[in-house]
């Protein structure tokens, strides 16, 4: 554990806590500080000037990034019939109904997100309280109660991803990975910026960006600029 301090404070020298950097020097500073000994993932965390306990200031969504996040989500499919079919023929990892329910009451996990027609909502809604927790319940909002599975398994395996302010304001969304190049974590940058801009709530008053900033897995977070995005 001391090691991996000495390498987290020899990283911290390295930013100016007090400086907001432009998202470039930000995104090019947190590669270079990164100690990882694995391909760590790069994460922005926003600080919104929003009020969660207002229903119309609760923000939540999904949205795919054009360069993906580096990582292959497995993918989960509550469906019968046609809707089976099409989920498989479009990469679904696993596809079943009552017998897939029972299994994850049993305790398994072995999947990142969980996508389920409208009809399946009665079997999946008896797994919210193991899947809730985990923030795996399907959600109409983030895309994942659909018909069309389709669409919905493409674009989670082309690097969909969620976000969901948390009771403070946060929000934290993965833009890529530290092997990635500078301006493929930019463009997902942009595009997670650009939703954040998108669902502003109208009823949200005063600053809306209060804080954002770039971290690694392992590393410090470095304060960005919003208007330099």
Do not use: C
């Amino acid at each position: 554990m001391a090691k991996k301090t000495k390498q987290y404070l020899a990283a911290v020298e390295k930013v100016e806590a007090l400086k907001a950097y432009t998202a470039e020097e930000a995104v090019a500073l947190v590669k270079e500080i990164d100690y990882a000994k694995f391909d760590a993932t790069i994460e922005v965390a926003y600080r919104l000037g929003i009020d969660t306990r207002k229903n119309d200031q609760q923000i939540r969504g999904a949205v795919v990034l054009p360069n993906g996040t580096g990582k292959t989500q497995t993918v989960l499919v509550f469906a019968k019939g046609e809707k089976a079919k099409e989920a498989e023929a479009a990469g679904a990892d696993y596809v079943g109904d009552a017998e897939l329910a029972q299994k994850i009451q049993g305790g398994w996990f072995d999947f990142d997100v969980v996508v389920a027609t409208p009809d399946m909502m009665g079997e999946v809604g008896r797994l919210g309280r193991v899947l809730g927790p985990k923030g795996l319940m399907p959600n109409p909002k983030t895309g994942t109660v659909t018909m069309d599975v389709t669409k919905a398994v493409e674009e989670i395996k082309a690097g969909k991803v969620t976000y969901r302010a948390d009771k403070a304001g946060n929000i934290h969304v993965p833009i890529g990975k530290v092997s990635f190049e500078n301006e493929k974590l930019m463009e997902n940058f942009r595009t997670i910026q650009e939703t954040i801009m998108r669902v502003k709530p109208a009823t949200s008053k005063g600053q809306y960006i209060k804080n954002l900033s770039v971290t690694t897995t392992f590393g410090p977070g470095v304060k960005v600029d919003p208007s330099t995005i």
